[in-house]
């Protein structure tokens, strides 16, 4: 062959990869923890009836990794462990009072909107929260729930904390509306499913944590648009999967849900941050 034809030959072939200079390393997968812990970031805790024990679970475990928000957004069952947590409750506390939390600390049924009057329920919030103020909690929070009387969703971020986390947790058929601010308020999950709409004036750059609940309410539709995992850029979306469902006659699979999102949570912080982490 001539030397011309070893030329073509050559020029035909693939050319090999470059040796791996001395002190180049893989690429590394970042993980959720390592994302988290890189800079600031918000969580937002979905609505889901009696969830509650499920987000304690999650952010025990994000707590006992020292990781801590720098902002909370939330609706429903997900705005009763925000507001606690930043009015300085910690997440360990909040395990230790649902573990104990019995259908008689909170069942006063009553006539009106609603099975039950939510005294009860107010004055645990009270008690858990102090005098608490949007303005004293110890980073910005904010808390979606529905206007009955405009029919839309509007988000609670000033003034006293207690009435706003039980405006936010006022499950209709439930629990009474609650009155504030000359508005009559229901569930936040009614219209702000997700939890988000709190993230609103979120700083630019600001990564999110989302925990998505993702039991479906019998009154859901299947594939209803309010169940799907929300696509918002920056943010992370955690979903545990087969968590019990919970319900008052049912406290008992609460505990088991908290345990459970507590494990799946230190579970999925070694996991590689993605838009959406399923564990």
């Known amino acids: ?9 050559v020029a035909r072939e693939p050319s ?18 390592e994302h988290l812990a890189a800079r600031p970031f918000a969580l937002a805790l979905s609505s889901g009836f009696f969830g509650f024990y499920a987000h304690t679970g999650m952010l025990l ?4 990794a020292g990781l801590a928000p720098a902002r909370l957004s939330g609706s429903s069952a997900g705005v009763l462990v925000a507001g606690l947590w930043a009015a300085g409750v910690p997440a360990r506390a909040m395990a230790d009072e649902l573990l104990a939390l019995e259908r008689a600390d909170f069942w006063d049924p ?15 919030v009270e008690r858990l929260v102090s005098s608490a103020r949007f303005e004293s909690c110890r980073v910005p929070i904010a808390m979606s729930a529905f206007d009955v009387v405009a029919r839309r969703t509007v988000v609670l971020d000033r003034g006293d904390l207690a009435s706003a986390v039980c ?13 504030r601010d000359g508005r009559v308020l229901y569930d936040g999950g009614i219209g702000d499913r997700p939890g988000l709409a709190g993230l609103a004036a ?8 989302h925990h998505h609940l993702a039991s479906r309410s019998p009154w859901r539709r299947p594939g209803s648009p309010a169940l799907a995992v929300p696509v918002r850029a920056g943010t992370i979306s955690l979903r545990i999967a087969r968590l019990p469902r919970v319900h008052p006659f049912r406290l008992t699979a609460g505990r088991a849900a908290l345990r459970a999102a507590h494990l799946a949570t230190r579970g999925a912080l070694s996991a590689p941050a993605a838009p959406l982490i399923d564990v």
């Open 16 to 33: 090999a990869a470059p040796p791996a200079t001395l002190g180049e390393r893989p690429a590394v997968t970042t993980t959720l923890a």
């Open 61 to 64: 475990a994000l707590e006992e």
């Open 110 to 124: 009553a006539p009106g909107l609603g099975l039950l009057r939510g005294d009860l329920f107010r004055r645990r």
């Open 1 to 9: 062959m001539s030397r011309v034809d070893d030329r073509a030959r």
């Open 202 to 209: 979120q700083p630019h750059g600001e990564p999110t944590l």
């Open 167 to 179: 405006a936010s947790c006022a499950f209709p058929g439930l629990l009474h509306p609650v009155r």
